[in-house]
């Protein structure tokens, strides 16, 4: 089956910092999604992409759709305590999801 | 609105009850999907109904049993679990067609098995 390969798996920054994740598949999807899951939430839908190359952005987010269709990154610029949760990735095709594993985002004041 | 609603948000029950999670969704999107969630792991899909018909089960216990009512509503029936299936439950919709691929989740149901 498909997988995701995403990290880093955690990551710990000072509050003004910028933020990158990305993830990587053997695998091509059509969409390439991006969440944010606070304990005791469900994914919270950061930014949606679904054309190789698009570049798009959600206030300090940014995230691209990679040019061979196998890989995403996400930015987060200037960070704040609120940004701390559980990043996932996604990558869709043919309806069928899959996620990768998490980037969980600590950021200290 | 993608607005996803799940109840309930927390749910207790012993192994040799029954009981039902719910989901609805009034965005017209026509496919809605369940996952199963472990703590800080990320979700697996369990089920995923298009136009009201099950076209994906990811060799789910027979336990756990979907229904798909209409094209808002989506219920997850649960019997005879086990521990190991406490776990967050989450429902999700989806609009069909490019662009429209983006999958919206519900708050999910917490479930508790004793």
């Known amino acids: 089956g498909q997988q995701l390969n995403q990290s880093p798996q955690s990551m710990f920054i000072q509050e003004g910092e910028d933020v990158s994740m990305n993830c990587t598949s053997s695998s091509i999807f059509n969409t390439w999604l991006w969440y944010k899951q606070d304990p005791g939430e469900g994914p919270v839908l950061l930014i949606a992409?679904?054309?190789?190359?698009e570049l798009t952005s959600n206030g300090r987010l940014t995230a691209q759709f990679g040019i061979t269709r196998k890989d995403s990154f996400l930015n987060i610029s200037a960070s704040i305590p609120s940004d701390v949760g559980i990043y996932f990735c996604?990558?869709?095709?043919?309806?069928?999801?899959?996620f990768g594993d998490g980037t969980t985002l600590t950021v200290k004041p | 609105d993608t607005e996803v609603t799940q109840t309930p948000k927390h749910l207790v029950m012993g192994m040799t009850n029954k009981k039902s999670l719910k989901c609805e969704q009034h965005?017209?999107?026509?496919?809605m999907y369940w996952y199963k969630q472990k703590a800080k792991k990320p979700p697996e899909l369990m089920f995923v109904y298009s136009y009201e018909k099950l076209s994906i089960n990811e060799s789910v216990p027979s336990r756990f049993s979907p229904e798909c009512p209409n094209s808002s509503l989506l219920n997850l029936h649960l019997h005879a679990l086990q521990p190991e299936d406490s776990a967050l439950y989450l429902c999700?919709?989806?609009?069909?067609?490019?662009?429209?691929?983006?999958?919206?989740f519900g708050e999910g149901s917490w479930l508790t098995v004793v």
């Open positions: 996604a990558g869709i095709l043919a309806g069928k999801s899959t």
């Open positions: 992409l679904y054309k190789a190359g």
């Open positions: 999700a919709s989806r609009p069909q067609g490019q662009p429209g691929n983006t999958i919206y």
């Open positions: 965005m017209g999107h026509r496919a």
